[in-house]
């Protein structure tokens, strides 16, 4: 009973320090009604010092790929196509011109980069490994073995470099393992029939949709771009070129290019249009409590497994310091849903109620992270904290350690929950 109490408690103080809602957030700095396609903030807390007596010896890590290019040209060429129209038949203003020299930049700088990693995704993790070896340099003491996996795509596989390179910097007698076969998809992007067919059927797609027409709302920005507006009338979808100036002003953030479009969008507007993505977001990926919920989530579990494995091995023989996971947000999110990490598990229908109490560039920015953090005494006794983005969270588990608890309640937990 006191263990539960505890725990309550801790949960307690998690919501009063994180009450702030997704309107508080974007409000006090817009970048993150870019979503999931935020790039890395980096950790916002300070870390809380282990229990006396107990020493960090191993590190469980899953990670999303760094800040990439538009996994698609389309935006770049929509937009650009309509504004220079536009200019040619003399229909733009001062502004819009301005907006379409900027367009014309972040379009070449896409060119042929459809999903690649940039240089600011390559140097994210490079960072966050070096914060990991520096906040626990006993576990990379010497030459320590790292496995280190990711998935077949271009801009994960050099994410893992970045951060396997990092930590051979910091220690050149690490030994680490790299792969990517697909074998590993098992543990790093493992997708059920039912997930892939409720990702491109659902009814949920039908919701996003009418809530993004509800809350497009281009008037403002049209007459700001257009100085004719017979022509804006005949010629312009303007739903659909602010939803794909809302883009790019989005992934303008994970590039070096000196070019930004935050300015064309009030606070208002970034919020709205934030949040269709964020709702479909959460229907597909997230905790929400409708016929996906059963299989979404739990698509995640052999993740767990893998994770509660190589975890035990490590315990066990002490062989292994680390092993690294190297992924993407659409296996991150069912994950951080899966562990029940605080923030990561609302349940709500209503898009109205997703918005307030869900969002997605909390759980997954470009190089978003999950890292479990183990510690031992003497006594061999092992316990456990959660990290996401590197920030301390807690579990529905009871613990008298917050926010460290017993790696055995954390297995049992698991366990009884998932029915393992």
């Known amino acids: 009973m006191k263990k539960l109490l505890l725990s309550a408690l801790c949960a307690l103080a998690f919501l009063s320090l994180g009450a702030q809602t997704p309107w508080d957030e974007i409000r006090a700095d817009s970048t993150r009604a870019a979503g999931l396609l935020m790039p890395y903030p980096g950790p916002q807390k300070a870390q809380t010092q282990a229990p006396r007596g107990y020493k960090p010896f191993y590190i469980s890590h899953f990670g999303r790929h760094g800040s990439r290019w538009y996994t698609s040209f389309r935006p770049y060429e929509e937009s650009w196509a309509v504004l220079s129209a ?33 240089q600011k995704g390559f140097r994210q993790h490079k960072e966050i490994a070096r914060r990991m070896f520096t906040n626990y340099r006993r576990v990379f003491r010497g030459r320590k073995h790292i496995n280190a996996n990711a998935t077949q795509s271009g801009r994960v596989m050099l994410s893992m470099e970045s951060f396997c390179l ?31 067919v409720y ?32 022509y804006l009338a005949a010629k312009v979808n303007a739903p659909k070129l602010m939803m794909n100036l809302y883009s790019l002003a989005s992934i303008a953030l994970d590039s070096d290019i000196d070019v930004r479009l935050g300015d064309l969008f009030t ?3 970034w919020y709205e249009l934030w949040q269709p993505g964020n709702y479909g977001y959460y229907m597909q990926k997230g905790p929400n ?19 509660v494995a190589k975890a035990d091995e490590a315990i066990a023989t002490g062989d292994c310091a680390a092993d690294l996971r190297f992924s993407h947000d ?23 109620q997703v ?48 926010p460290y608890y017993r790696w055995e309640d954390v297995k049992a937990y698991y366990k009884e929950y998932y029915n393992l």
């Not at 050149?172 to 997708?191: C, G, M, Q, T, V």
């Not at 919701?207 to 709302?217: A, G, I, V």
């Not at 920005?221 to 257009?226: N, R, V």
């Open 267 to 269: 606070t208002t507007e």
């Open 86 to 118: 536009a200019d040619s038949a003399e229909a733009l203003t001062p502004y819009g011109k301005d907006v379409l020299q900027r367009v014309a930049l972040l379009r070449e700088d896409a060119r042929d980069r459809a999903g690649e990693l940039t």
């Open 289 to 307: 409590p409708s016929e996906g919920e059963k299989f979404i989530q739990r698509s995640s579990l052999q993740t767990l497994e893998h994770i």
């Open 355 to 402: 918005a307030a109490s869900w969002a997605n560039y909390r759980i997954s920015p470009m190089a978003g992270n999950i890292q479990l953090i183990f510690f031992r005494n003497r006594k061999g006794n092992v316990l456990v904290k959660f990290l996401l983005n590197e920030n301390e969270v807690g579990i529905p588990a009871a613990t008298d350690l917050y």
């Open 330 to 352: 659409s296996h991150l999110v069912p994950l951080s849903t899966t562990l029940q990490l605080d923030g990561c598990r609302a349940k709500a229908t209503d898009p109205g």
């Open 166 to 196: 990092e930590l051979l910097s910091l220690n050149p007698r690490l030994d680490i393992s790299l792969d990517a076969s697909a074998r590993d998809r098992e543990f790093l992007a493992h997708e059920t029939h039912e997930v892939a």
């Open 199 to 230: 990702g491109d059927e659902g009814a949920w797609r039908e919701e996003r949709d009418r809530l993004r027409d509800s809350l497009c709302h281009p008037d403002r920005l049209m007459g700001l771009l257009f100085a004719d507006s017979a």
